[in-house]
């Protein structure tokens, strides 16, 4: 059974800085390009950050590239997010996405929710 479990969201202040974690199982994780998605209320979907399954390239929107970092650790079927100097406009239900390097295979968490304000 595919399961995606995020963690680490929260409220935070503007300028402050959150670690979202997503573990994963049910399938060959290095197999998977993984993804961090956000959607913000009255939103679509957007894609945050990605990181390709084994070669470690990676992929940033515009709006976070310099603040967020996006990591995986392929021994123990992890992908993080480390956000730093968080905005109000970062605010969004975060989703953690994985997409088959070799299938149409794509599972989704259930979210973790980020809120920055003071």
């Known amino acids: 059974q595919v399961q995606l479990v995020e963690s680490g969201g929260g409220l935070v202040q503007p300028g402050g800085s959150l670690r979202l974690s997503c573990a994963a199982s049910?399938?060959?994780?290095?197999?998977?390009?993984m993804r961090w998605y956000r959607q913000a209320p009255g939103k679509e979907r957007e894609l945050v950050a990605s990181?390709?399954?084994?070669?470690?390239?990676?992929y940033y929107a515009a709006s976070v590239k310099d603040r967020f970092t996006i990591s995986r650790d392929n021994a123990k079927n992890t992908v993080s997010l480390q956000m730093n100097d968080l905005k109000p406009e970062d605010t969004a239900l975060y989703f953690c996405?994985?997409?088959?390097?070799?299938?149409?295979?794509?599972?989704w968490g259930q979210g973790t929710q980020v809120t920055v304000s003071s």
């Open positions: 996405n994985a997409a088959s390097h070799y299938s149409g295979n794509n599972y």
């Open positions: 049910g399938f060959t994780f290095s197999d998977y390009a």
């Open positions: 990181i390709h399954g084994f070669n470690m390239d990676t």
